[in-house]
């Protein structure tokens, strides 16, 4: 039971949501709760589909209110006369099964925050429901349709009210159509928001050791000293905003900018000053106002703070555009950066982090080359014109760059690029696409996907480059990681640091490791969580009842593979020997050891192996979702299903509820009379008392 599926992996997430949905439900009529299935279908649809990061199992405030402000009212129509379902009361519902079934996301708030979070907001619900502005374009139709008389589940019916809109014959409600036409045209709407996959879990040092490599760059100093010389009572400036020439010559040696101020004639000749000035304009460190340069009152815990300065002057270089590679008079024109400035400079970032190895210059270079192509549509023009425009834009990103450097969020090196950037498509080095983050997957090539001849022609180009010789190589600072991933969160992606779930529980931290650390950094992360427990053998007890109270049996596996492998010295491997007569995780056990190739048919009695047939048996149902999912997959495995499910049905599994409900479902798919049925479990029966044991 994975908490967070591929955006495309769309089978998979319908069987994990039915079987999801299908708990939730039986739990909450245990529990005497509130419970709408369709609602808390659409939550989870709504997690998976409408968000960034897609963890079904972790649900912040602005999740909460964005699922019953937004996504509701968008995408569920409810017609006059339904009864309408109760989305805030089966939202407390999922929330309380996620903790209770220990499925919910320990870097989340806790249960009592996002259950008065859906406080919050629960009275505002039906309003939302019924502002027409809020609807999605489908839903407006068939709601005015329905208001209008129309059986909108009449198919014949409905096609032709949608004759008579289109003929004009249709009163409806302008205004609303229009925002609703508006949002769905810019992209608001929550339907046609992009999944962005999770980044590799990162290692960052304590914010004291950041706090003093802030210290350390020249640029902090900088814009401290602005400020400083700045002051609260201000520094005259020109009519048009820039300081004045005998000023302006001051601050290049206070500050240090380097600038040759002998026979300048306006500030606006000083380059590096005047980009120090607007920048830190644009970190609200100094303002100008009624003809004088102020440093900001409210920005001095900012200026005490080097690492909070740091991270405010990074932010400001997003709004840098015109002050780095703006024209600077009339005969000059912007580069196509200029016009894709912010989104490239997000992309540029986004691809650096997390990578494993640094980023040659000429594969970023290309990789944003790409990303202009598809922006400008660059289908007409000569190859020279189009060069040219590329080696402008180029030139422009390398000030850029420059100026990351120079701040500490960037650092270059010259080396020979990693063997991984010189392949393009995947599919033929599959290895290579493993735990790789998804921007250097995306960078190198969708597997599968046959380019055109010239861009066959560009990779080649692009090979010889990166062989021929050192390249230089980017990658971030680790000022710069950690401001990226205050970005990252900031929109709601995820961003693992290793460290981060040293106080989480058991179950949680095992979930998070099996969804979402590679085997690496779930190494770092559990020897972590062990070492702040204090005693060692009390944290592995806590690690195996975490697996063994959870109720999801795939989800169980996954958790127990990761002892077995993030452990060190072999240590999981001993660990699940000696659990190998627990009577309630043997299945779980026997499977993980016989997957690893630790464990081989010939080692196990046969009471292991019906045990371990069980296991497999109800780990598939699981998988298709139960119910109807289930009937169709055991159809689907043939005729020897039959004894395999009376071999599992004739085992000492500890989960006789799962075995019942696959008796049942088997019993739906391979329609078998009982006679037979109970001659192959009599058959599996004899052979178990009266087989030879096998021992290791």
């Known amino acids: 039971m994975r908490m967070r599926f591929e955006a495309g992996a769309e089978e998979e997430f319908e069987a994990a949501c039915g079987l999801l949905v299908d708990r939730l439900v039986r739990w909450a009529g245990e529990q005497g709760l509130p419970m709408d299935g369709f609602m808390a279908e659409s939550a989870l649809d709504y997690r998976h589909r409408a968000t960034a990061d897609g963890r079904l199992g972790l649900w912040e405030p602005r999740h909460v209110e964005e699922l019953l402000l937004c996504w509701l009212p968008e995408t569920i129509t409810e017609l006059p006369g339904e009864e309408r379902g109760d989305a805030p009361g089966t939202l407390r519902t999922l929330l309380r099964f996620l903790h209770a079934a220990r499925l919910a996301d320990p870097r989340g708030p806790a249960l009592e ?11 505002l619900f039906p309003g939302a429901m019924a502002d027409r502005t809020r609807w999605g374009l489908a839903k407006f139709w068939a709601m005015t349709a329905a208001e209008q008389g129309v059986d909108v589940l009449d198919g014949a019916a409905l096609q032709r009210f949608a004759e008579r809109a289109q003929r004009g014959e249709v009163a409806y409600d302008q205004q609303a159509l229009d925002t609703v036409m508006e949002r769905r045209l810019t992209g608001r709407a929550l339907s046609s928001v992009a999944r962005a996959e999770p980044q590799l879990p990162v290692v960052l040092p304590p914010d004291d050791e950041l706090r003093r490599r802030a210290e350390a760059s020249t640029i902090v100093g900088q814009l401290r000293g602005l400020a400083e010389w700045a002051g609260r009572d201000g520094r005259a400036v020109t009519a048009a905003g820039r300081l004045r020439m005998a000023d302006a010559r001051e601050l290049v040696d206070v500050l240090g900018t380097g600038d040759k101020a002998e026979g300048a004639r306006s500030s606006a000749d000083l380059p590096r000053l005047g980009l120090l000035v607007e920048w830190a304009k644009r970190a609200r460190l100094v303002r100008v ?7 900001v009152a409210r920005a001095r815990p900012v200026l005490a703070d080097p690492l909070q300065l740091w991270l405010r ?19 000059h024109v912007e580069s196509m950066l200029f016009d894709a400035y912010e989104d490239v400079l997000e992309d540029v970032l986004n691809t650096l982090y997390s990578l494993p190895y640094p980023m040659p210059w000429p594969r970023l270079r290309d990789s944003v080359h790409l990303a202009y192509r598809v922006r400008f549509q660059l289908d007409g023009g ?9 080696e402008h834009a180029d030139r422009d990103l390398r000030t850029v760059l ?64 990166l ?11 680790e000022l710069g990681t950690r401001a990226v991933r205050q970005r990252l969160l900031a929109v709601g992606r995820d961003a693992p640091l290793v460290g981060e779930l040293a106080q989480a529980s058991a179950a949680g931290l095992l979930g998070v490791l099996a969804d979402d650390y590679d085997p690496d950094a779930a190494r770092v992360e559990l020897a972590d969580w062990i070492a702040a427990r204090g005693e060692r053998d009390a944290a592995l007890r806590q690690l195996v009842e975490a697996v063994r109270s959870m109720p999801f049996r795939v989800r169980a596996q996954a958790m127990l593979a990761v002892l077995l ?5 072999g240590e999981g491997e001993r660990l699940l020997r000696g659990l190998r007569g627990d009577a309630a995780l043997a299945p779980l056990v026997l499977t993980a050891l016989a997957h690893h190739e630790l464990l081989s048919p010939e080692d196990m009695t046969d009471a292991e192996h ?87």
């Open 467 to 477: 062989t021929a010789g050192p390249v230089e190589l980017l990658r971030l600072t």
């Open 313 to 331: 002057a990074f932010e400001a270089c997003f709004e840098l555009r015109q002050a780095l590679i703006g024209a600077r008079s009339g005969w």
């Open 382 to 390: 000569s190859d020279v014109q189009h060069r040219m425009w590329f």
């Open 565 to 569: 492998t993030a452990l060190p010295d």
């Open 113 to 123: 925050d996002s259950l008065a979070a859906v406080d919050a907001v629960a009275e």
């Open 289 to 295: 106002a009624k003809g004088r340069l102020y440093a």
């Open 610 to 696: 019906l045990l371990l047939i069980a296991e497999n048996l109800l780990q598939l149902v699981e998988l298709a979702g139960g119910g109807d999912g289930a009937v169709e997959v055991l159809r689907a495995q043939g005729r020897d299903t039959r004894d395999a499910v009376a071999a599992a049905l004739d085992s000492a599994h500890p989960d006789r509820a799962g075995l019942e409900e696959l008796g049942q479902l088997a019993a739906r798919a391979l329609p078998t009379p009982a006679a037979r049925l109970g001659r192959a479990r009599k058959r599996r029966r004899t052979a178990g008392k009266s087989g030879r044991k096998r021992h290791r």
């Open 402 to 465: 420059d100026t990351l450097v120079d701040l500490g969020a960037i650092e270059r090196e010259w080396g020979m690029a990693d063997p991984v950037f010189l392949e393009v498509d995947l599919s033929a080095e599959p290895e290579l696409s493993e735990g790789m983050p998804p921007e250097l997957e995306e960078l190198l090539g969708a597997p599968g996907v046959a380019p055109d001849p010239a861009a066959q022609e560009r990779d080649r180009r692009l090979r010889e480059e």
